[in-house]
């Protein structure tokens, strides 16, 4: 069976910093290409940043570069996403996800491409 679990949310205070982690089983993870994307209250569901199951590409959503950091080990099976300078509007349920099916270097954004997604878990930043 398929899981990825999120943990490392929880509440900060804007411009502080989170990391939460994705730990993935039941799948070979490092043939997996892996993504965040989350989901504000009421709002559609945003694409964060996504990471090549080599660790080589790595691409992020416009609202976060420069402040948040994809990153993996395979050899654990987790990726991780380190957020700095959070603000109000980053406040969503945050959520990996996995895929394996090729063209992920044009697909990379689309939630449409991933196939296993974990629960999520919530990030809130206070102003």
């Known amino acids: 069976q398929v899981k990825l679990v999120e943990t490392g949310g929880g509440l900060v205070q804007a411009g502080g910093s989170l990391r939460i982690s994705c730990v993935v089983s039941?799948?070979?993870?490092?043939?997996?290409?892996m993504a965040w994307f989350r989901h504000p209250l009421g709002k559609e569901g945003q694409f964060v940043a996504a990471?090549?199951?080599?660790?080589?590409?790595?691409y992020y959503g416009d609202s976060v570069k420069g402040r948040f950091t994809i990153s993996r080990d395979n050899a654990k099976n987790v990726v991780y996403l380190e957020m700095n300078s959070l603000r109000p509007d980053d406040t969503a349920i945050y959520s990996c996800?996995?895929?394996?099916?090729?063209?992920?270097?044009?697909?990379?954004?689309?939630?449409?491409?991933?196939?296993?997604w974990g629960q999520g878990t919530q990030v809130t930043v206070s102003e």
């Open positions: 039941g799948l070979s993870f490092s043939d997996t290409n």
């Open positions: 996800a996995g895929g394996q099916r090729p063209h992920f270097s044009i697909q990379w954004d689309r939630s449409s491409y991933y196939y296993w």
């Open positions: 990471i090549h199951r080599s660790g080589d590409d790595i």
